[in-house]
Each structure stands twice: as C-alpha cells, then as structure tokens.
T-cell receptor, first 112, second 113 residues
Framework: GENVEQHPSTLSVQEGDSAVIKCTYS??????FPWYKQELGKGPQLIID?????GEKKDQRIAVTLNKTAKHFSLHITETQPEDSAVYFC???????????FGAGTQVVVTP | DAGITQSPRHKVTETGTPVTLRCHQT?????MYWYRQDPGHGLRLIHY???????DKGEVSDGYSVSRSKTEDFLLTLESATSSQTSVYFC????????????FGPGTRLLVL
C-alpha cells in the first residue's frame, strides 16, 4: 500500500513567519493530495487539496505545491497566526479504494 | 460543521468485552469511513462503506467489523476488545468518494483495560 512520510513532526514558528510541512509518498499512482488541520479535541478538517494535474494551489495564506517527479508535496502557511496552531496531516490517495494513507502529522505551534 | 455525531464520546472497557461505536450523519452522504488515530501513526483506515450494506476493509481491519443498515448509520464493532485497540476513533463521511472532501466527526476515545 501507499507509504506517506511527513516532516517535521513538530514545528515551532514565530507569529508572522512562514511554516512549511513536507510529505513524500511512494505510490506513483497517487493523484489526490489533501491536507487536514486538527485542533485539540476535534476531528480533522480539510484545509486545502491538490490533484495531480496541478503543480500549485493557493487559498489566502495557505498554499500547496506538488512535485510528481520527486513524489513530494508541501504545505506552506504564510503570515502565521496563533490560530494556525494545530496538528496538520497530509494524505496521498490513488484510485484504488483502501489504498491510501495519512502522514503521521505535524504539530505546529505559533508563538506570539 | 457537517452533521456527524459519534457515540459514545468516551468509553472505558475491559479486555475481551464487545464494544460497538456508532456514527450518525444527517448529510445523506453515500460514503462513510472509520479511522483510528494513534500517536506516531496519524489516521489509519479501518473500514469504509460505499452504500447501504456495502462495506470493505481498510488498512487495519483485523479485530473490527462494521455494519451499515441505513444511509445515516455506520457501526464499528470490536468483537473482543484488546488493549492494542485503545485509541481515538473517528468517523468520516464524503459525498463522492475518498478523493473528495471527507468530513470528520468529533471522535470517540476508547480505553481498553
């Protein structure tokens, strides 16, 4: 099945700085890459996703880039704010049901 | 927030006892999923359903069974709970499959002693 590695596991940034989280995947058939944000005590919530026919997607302060050749994709958060503090998960998904995996998560802490 | 509820929200049980977790949705979404979340492992898919009475196994299905007799309800059963099944369990739903937005419930924290 798919293997997704996510780095770093923890990330501490100063408010206003940028945060970058990187995921690598193994299955070249993966073609959908969502990112989820999970706040303490809650379920994950989709914040942005990208499909394999696109190299970059942006939504306000959040952007995702995809490099299919290198099999990695990254989440970029600019101008970080305290409310960005959460755990972020990536996933790589193929057309085959059941063959997808989430990364282990990145704990992001934004300090004022 | 998507209309997803999970019950119970917290449960403590003993090894060897059966446990059933319930996921209820009011969105009429076709697809429903059960995940478990453990430190260092992220979210792992246990079982999923693509319609009433249509279910299949995910990555970590051993020791778990599911049932879906109505669109709105998806049950996860641990036939004989073990300590390794101590985890936080999340239900999720989606309208058009795994390659679309999944909406997650609030989670059930299960402790098996």
């Amino acid at each position: 099945g798919e293997n997704v590695e996510q780095h770093p596991s923890t990330l501490s940034v100063q408010e206003g700085d940028s945060a970058v989280i990187k995921c690598t995947y193994s299955d070249s058939a993966s073609n959908y890459f969502p990112w989820y944000k999970q706040e303490l005590g809650k379920g994950p919530q989709l914040i942005i996703d990208i499909r394999s026919n696109v190299g970059e997607k942006k939504d306000q302060r959040i952007a995702v880039t995809l490099n299919k050749t290198a099999k990695h994709f990254s989440l970029h958060i600019t101008e970080t704010q305290p409310e960005d503090s959460a755990v972020y998960f990536c996933a790589a998904i193929t057309d085959s049901w059941g063959k997808f995996q989430f990364g282990a998560g990145t704990q992001v802490v934004v300090t004022p | 927030d998507a209309g997803i509820t999970q019950s119970p929200r917290h449960k403590v049980t003993e090894t060897g006892t059966p446990v059933t977790l319930r996921c209820h949705q009011t969105e009429n979404h076709r697809y429903m999923y059960w995940y478990r979340q453990d430190p260092g492992h992220g979210l792992r898919l246990i079982h999923y359903s693509y319609g009433v009475k249509d279910t299949d196994k995910g990555e970590v299905s051993d020791g778990y069974s599911v049932s879906r007799s109505k669109t709105e309800d998806f049950l996860l059963t641990l036939e004989s709970a073990t300590s390794s099944q101590t985890s936080v369990y999340f239900c999720a739903i989606s309208d058009r499959g795994v390659k679309e937005t999944q909406y997650f419930g609030p989670g059930t924290r299960l402790l098996v002693l």
